[in-house]
């Protein structure tokens, strides 16, 4: 056989908003496509109409196009060489397949109802069988393997409404490779008859993500865990269908755990322990809820895109910052782990800080001019940009410039009393009035200069940096820590950082 070009898909369903187990599933697979020259391509499985959310997959698209890890295929993508890709507008092609299903024997029509189902579900609950409506229990139910086939085309012809199920042998090994997990085998008697066709005239997930895959000249079949029980059942729709030639290769990926790692990471526990599980804010149309999401809380794609890589990859070598560039190159599916891969908030956040330090100042001022707007901070850009230049060290987003920074724009509102009780001591009054004296002297007021002043002060009265260094920082800006001390007192200027050493000599007292 030749080579085929590769082609990956992603196949979410819009049931809501992406979560970032989905972005990763997303990522492995414009990671894969990228890396073999192939094609990615966007499908939405929108079968099941019940589940259907507006405005789920219009936040699909959005978040693929902040993260940088666009289709070049598929809805909203591309030229649409395998249009349509969302498979409500594909009905008309599964009908097709379930019909070459049946007339080759690996399917049948079940007019079962509701009741009858639920009933034999009973009674296998009684004699403690898992329910199944397999070999064994579907000739006790009403469908074209038991009935006659004048009854099933009196039953059809009058409307009734049926389903057309897969005919699965009695007891069969299926056996497949999947590149993560090795060999995986599963016997047919551990397997039931699933729908391939609703009677709303939908195919399932099932056929439609077979047929389609098949159609769409998928080569590789990358999607989560929760999908490996579903993949025998593939497995043998490609054989029923005489598409074994050509059936994609699987990969199933491992979970993303959460932080403890007892279990899949949910919406809750980011909650519970206030970090994102979506990529974007989601508002729920149906509640208005509210759910936060990476670029709002304030984190850069590369670094969301970067982190989400290393959870369930990894590259062999003890890097861990990569750019999109060098995940591209370094990716490949045998060095993604079989385990589930814990959720670790820090080392979410230590990525937003690499990639943080790594802005010019410019664009951090630009994420950071928001947050001064909200709060009703007027500054040059040139202000707000040397402050992103101090701060950048110091935070993990822009928007903790302002949290931890505020007093570049506005009076510090309180001294830290932690902070106070600890340091300032008796000789502390003298030295900052000493200092501000030597500060409203002075005619140059740049860091260097303020540096030797603040010696001379030092000298003068016997005290050592580490003695007072804190106290100053405390007196100008109300915090015991930041950035740079006296490149942040030059910022501030002059009067600003004389009147608040006066403030402070007037206030701490009233703390201790
Ligand atoms: N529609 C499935 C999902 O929502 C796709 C699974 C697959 O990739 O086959 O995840």
């Excluded at 699909?60 to 349509?84: C, M, Q, R, T, Y």
């Excluded at 010019?360 to 940009?385: C, F, G, M, W």
């Excluded at 002075?442 to 003695?467: H, P, R, V």
């Excluded at 004389?498 to 206030?507: I, S, Y």
Aim: net charge negative; glycine share 8%.
């Amino acid at each position: 056989m030749t080579e085929r070009r590769v082609r990956v898909r992603f196949a979410p369903s819009p049931t809501g908003p992406l979560h970032i187990g989905g972005v990763r599933t997303a990522l492995y697979n414009y990671l894969f496509a990228r890396k073999h020259g192939g094609d990615f391509i966007l499908r939405i499985e929108d079968t099941d109409q019940t589940r259907y959310v507006p405005g789920a997959e219009n936040y699909i698209i959005e978040a693929l196009k902040w993260l940088g890890i666009e289709p070049n295929e598929g809805v909203g993508f591309g030229d649409g060489s395998h249009a349509p890709y969302r498979q409500s507008e594909r009905k008309h092609l599964y009908r097709e397949y379930a019909e070459k299903l049946l007339a080759s024997g690996h399917a049948y029509y079940a007019f079962d109802t509701t009741e009858e189902l639920e009933a034999m579900r009973e009674r296998l609950k009684a004699s403690n069988i898992a329910s199944q409506y397999d070999a064994i229990t579907r000739m006790a139910m009403k469908n074209s393997l038991t009935l006659s086939e004048d009854e099933v085309i009196r039953r059809i012809g009058s409307g009734e409404p049926y389903v057309i199920r897969i005919k699965l042998p009695k007891k069969e090994e299926v056996k497949f490779q999947d590149m993560i997990r090795g060999w995986v085998s599963v016997s047919t008697s551990q397997m039931d008859d699933k729908v391939l066709y609703k009677s709303d005239g939908m195919p399932t997930y099932h056929l439609a993500n077979v047929v389609d895959d098949y159609l769409m000249q998928t080569t590789h079949v990358i999607r989560g865990e929760e999908w490996l029980p579903s993949a025998p059942l593939h497995v043998l729709l490609y054989r029923y269908l005489g598409w074994e030639e050509v059936m994609p290769e699987f990969a199933h990926l491992p979970l993303l755990l959460k932080p403890e790692g007892n279990g899949k990471l949910s919406k809750r526990d980011g909650d519970r322990l206030g970090f994102p599980v979506f990529p974007l804010e989601w508002e729920d149309p149906s509640t208005g809820e509210v759910s936060s999401g990476y670029r709002e809380t304030g984190y850069f794609s590369e670094a969301v895109v970067n982190m989400l890589a290393l959870l369930g990859w990894n590259g062999g070598t003890t890097q861990e910052v990569f750019t999109k560039e060098e995940l591209i190159q370094a990716f490949s599916i045998e060095r993604v782990s079989k385990h589930g891969a814990k959720f670790d908030q820090n080392k979410a956040r230590w990525f937003n800080q690499q990639y943080l330090r790594q802005r010019d100042d410019t664009d951090i001022a630009e994420r950071l001019k928001p947050v001064l707007v909200a709060n009703q901070v007027h500054a040059s850009d040139d202000y707000i940009t040397k402050v992103c230049g101090l701060m950048k060290e110091k935070v993990h987003f822009p928007k903790e410039i302002w949290d931890l920074g505020y007093y570049f724009f506005i009076e510090p509102l309180k001294f830290d009393a932690e902070v106070v009780k600890k340091r300032w001591k008796d000789f502390a009054p003298a030295f900052i009035g000493s200092l501000k004296d030597k500060f409203n002297r002075s005619t140059i007021f740049t860091a260097g200069e303020i540096e030797k002043l603040f010696n001379e002060a030092l000298a003068e009265q016997n005290l050592q940096s580490k003695d007072v260094l804190q106290v100053f920082r405390l007196s100008v800006s109300g915090m015991g820590a930041g950035a740079p001390i006296f490149e942040t007192v030059e910022l501030l200027g002059k009067d600003k950082v004389v009147n608040r050493m006066e403030r402070a000599l007037n206030e701490i007292h009233t703390y201790a």
